[in-house]
């Protein structure tokens, strides 16, 4: 089964930004949809940005406008370009398909504090 490698998190102040990027260990071609799903302390995990095969994209309403998804099937990687970050995106953040069939990776934390 392909593993799931996140990367990219840390400590960033409230307006700042965070390249977040998965590494598929097999091809991710076959997934039609893959996304990006946060925890946040004490809260359940959420889907936050999924992009398809063929280039439709689709975010949860807090992160419109702010987070950009990508993918780059020949490198089997998934991206999450976030910007003007807000405390409320504190949480850890992984990436699998959509529904989330894949075993979860360990994830990265994203910190957003002053």
């Known amino acids: 089964q392909v593993q799931l490698v996140e990367s990219g998190g840390g400590l960033v102040q409230p307006g700042g930004s965070l390249r977040l990027s998965c590494a598929a260990s097999?091809?991710?071609?076959?997934?039609?949809?893959m996304a990006w799903y946060r925890q946040a302390p004490g809260k359940q995990r959420e889907l936050v940005a999924v992009?398809?095969?063929?280039?439709?994209?689709n975010y949860v309403d807090s992160v419109k406008g702010r987070f950009t998804i990508g993918r780059d099937n020949a490198k089997n990687a998934v991206y999450l370009q976030m910007n003007s970050l807000k405390p409320a995106d504190t949480g850890v953040y992984y990436c699998?398909?959509?529904?989330?069939?894949?075993?979860w990776g360990q994830g990265t934390q994203v910190t957003v504090s002053s």
């Open positions: 699998n398909n959509s529904p989330g069939t894949l075993a």
């Open positions: 097999g091809s991710i071609r076959s997934f039609y949809a």
């Open positions: 992009v398809t095969n063929g280039g439709m994209l």
